[in-house]
């Protein structure tokens, strides 16, 4: 490991497809045993971010080292110190589970009784032990990323990528994903794990870095970024939609915050920074003011509410050269005012 | 949990080889356990050649005639007909080993491997050795369904044995084809489209019928074909009744059955090797 204490070190990085910028100078620091969340929507370079620091990809310029070693120069010697899971289940799925991990031991150069001891740990570990001989392709989603998972801890790897562990599964293999990353980081791995789900970095990342084309806009603990944009919110539903106004005037004083309208549903949202006292206020507010509510609810803010705050655009993208200049005005509008 | 030990990076080029060569063996079982694990597509890619040669050989094969061959009727067409066979199961392959890229391609299991720290030569070396095993396989079965129906070498061992080195060539330059489409196309309809394209390619050949037969500008494509030159070449080494053909191609089909492997592996190797560094781009 580098005298650094990083693990991950990413300085400058750029990579353009044809007119597109997937990396614009993107810069990342992740201190060695922690897990750090990179955060942002479809397209921002998150998995080409990943798919650079994993060596599958040269970067066209800046600079990078994983466990102190430079991914261009010195990409082999990387390859030793990584594992990588990737958006697909990148297992074969004719192989039984044990024949799937035997395999990817021999080839990370396991001697086989080596790699056989290996693969029945791992099989353990990740709950897999049941369905050892079965073919992965019977396998439930959830089961299938845990076999992923396990291969590419073969090496019980410095650093672990994780590129949207659990995009496409059901609130059941989530969990049963994010529960063996939570063990992977009690024994000390670095993990870099990208998500569109704010809350998936929140369970699992000790500091989140925004990713938004191709740069990194925004980098704390879950906690400061979270301040940052005014942490929770609160949404009312007014039953009345003459009352809408009225209540945003209202719920925006006691929140001490700009409500936002929605006006189709009928709803005010304010960020808040006290969350229990700011709901008690506001539901003694909109009772004396006699605005009949259909609902209150005090929720956490989603990314594309991070997104707007951080960056003055929301997270969808509807493509075309106009859309990404548009971004770029946006951004730098809300560096100006910031 | 063992500790589990960084192997040492091999430093001397013999060592570097020794690994290339054990990471292409771990590829290659790889293949040869999805064969047990999963016989369905291996049978069926075996028996596929022996239905097309019952299906030739005796619905079809009364009602052609072959130019040059002594025999006549059936009989004398399914002499003609089996070296044609042959050179039609080594095309067949390339199906297999199109499926066998793309699906890594698209599983991400190409991406494992190259995140890996084993030899990068190793997933294409183990995969043709896995490719060619198949069609020693697969030739293996027809030949014995030629055998089964009458056909036979009838020159020397070493001849025969020449003949199949041919078919064999055709086969691993027709692997660097199927391994650069792969490389290119996403996802399984690249394979439903060659599965379909390899038809005409198969019918505009001497494989079923003489180009003769066909209107001259057909004929001739049919006689410049590689899989014609093959299989010209193969009947006469067998020493099967061919064809009379006047043209260069026709003439020449010993020459041309290994000049034309090594044209298309001269322009498909380069092109793979190029198209698997670019996926680093």
Known sequence: MGSTGFAVVAEGLRKRYGDVAALDGFDLRVAEGTVCGLLGPNGAGKTTAVRVLSTLL????????????????????VRYSIGLA?????????????????????????????????????????????????????????????????????????????????TGLDPRGRNEVWEAVRSLVADGTTVLLTTQYL???????????????????????????????????????????????????????????????????????????????????????????????????????????????????????AGGAGTEKRTEEDRTETEASA | MTNITTPTIPETPLARLRWALADAWTITRRDLTHWVRQPAPFVIGLLFPVMTVLMFGYLFGGAISVPGGGASGGEGYREFLMPGMFAMTMAFGLEATLVAVTTDAARGVTDRFRSMPMASSAVVLGRSAADMLRSVAGLAVVVACGLLIGWQWRNGVGEALLAVGLLLLLRFALLWVGIYLGLIFEGTDAV?????????????SNVFVAPETMPGWLGTIAEWNPLSATAAATRELFGNPGWDGESWAARNALSMAVAWPLAILAVFFPLSVRRYRRLSR
């Open chain 2, 192 to 204: 439903v489209a060659a599965q379909i394209l390899v038809w005409p390619v198969l019918f505009l």
């Open chain 1, 199 to 317: 809350d998936e970095a929140d369970q699992l990342a000790d500091r989140i870095c925004v990713i938004d084309t191709g740069r990194a806009i925004a980098e704390g603990t879950p906690e400061e970024l979270k301040s940052r944009i005014g942490g929770d919110r609160i949404d009312v539903v007014v039953r009345a939609a003459e009352d809408l106004p009225s209540a945003a005037t209202l719920v925006g004083r006691v929140a001490g915050a700009r409500a936002e309208t929605d006006p189709d549903a009928r709803r005010v949202s304010v960020p808040v920074r006290d969350r229990v006292p700011a709901l008690t206020g506001v539901v003694r507010a909109l009772h004396e003011a006699r605005i009949e509510a259909e609902d209150i609810a005090l929720r956490r803010p989603t990314l594309d509410e991070v997104f707007l705050e951080l960056t003055g655009h929301r997270t969808e993208r």
């Open chain 1, 58 to 77: 040269a970067p066209d310029g800046g600079h990078a080292e994983v466990d102190g070693f430079d991914v261009a120069r010195q990409a082999e010697r």
């Open chain 1, 86 to 166: 990737g958006q697909h289940a990148a297992v074969d799925e004719v192989l039984t589970g044990r024949q799937n991990l035997t395999m990817f031991g021999r080839l990370y150069h396991l001697g086989w009784p080596e790699a056989r001891t290996r693969a029945e740990e791992l099989l353990e570990r990740f709950g897999l032990a049941e369905a050892a001989d079965k073919q992965a392709k019977d396998y439930s989603g959830g089961m299938r990323r845990r076999l992923d998972l396990a291969a590419s801890l073969i090496l019980a790897p410095r650093v672990l990528f994780l590129d949207e562990p659990t």
